[in-house]
């Protein structure tokens, strides 16, 4: 078992590459069948997120449309905290089905933020894909329609999530070693 160094951490295999494909292409499976002929439109949120989202792209045999977002958290009034905002979002989603793709669901507060902003759009339905999630995270309860692998609440690395900037181009998920 090969251990990495990132940064001032160590790091241990986690996920391989063949069970992260293995999900997707079930994950792909369900998605092709809930949505044959509805066109849904992804938005995939960067950073973390794009190889989990070209891999599963990749695997969905429906009609689809993809579009790739950042989101933005910038410091608003003293009472709202913290406002995020998406940018590169410039398709209409009114009557749309989407499917939101994340990399990893932490706390949850960065969808429990985003989502309603999406909603507010009348999309005709919203839903979850998350690669990851620690359940035992959770600050702010989010419904992953379509999970991956759900993931004892430990710093992950690889296929692209990062520390610090780094690991991201690791095609396969490592786990910190405290
Ligand atoms: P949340 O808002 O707490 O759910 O955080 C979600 C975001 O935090 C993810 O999209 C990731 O970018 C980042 N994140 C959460 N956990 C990890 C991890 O274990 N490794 C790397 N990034 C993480
Ligand atoms: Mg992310």
Known sequence: MSTIHVHDKVFEPYLSEGEIGNKIQGMADRINKD?????????AILNGSFMFASDLFKAISVEAEICFIKLASYKGTKSSGHV????????????RHVVILEDIVDTG????????????????????????????ATVYPIAVDYLGFAVPNKFLLGYGLDYDGLGRNIPSIYKLIE
């Open 84 to 95: 995020i905002t998406a940018i590169g979002l410039d398709i209409d989603l009114i009557g």
């Open 109 to 136: 507060k960065t969808l429990s933020e985003f989502l309603p902003q999406l909603e507010h759009q009348q999309p005709a339905s919203l839903r979850i894909a998350a690669l990851l999630h620690k359940p035992e």
């Open 35 to 43: 949505y044959a002929g509805m066109r849904p439109l992804f938005i």
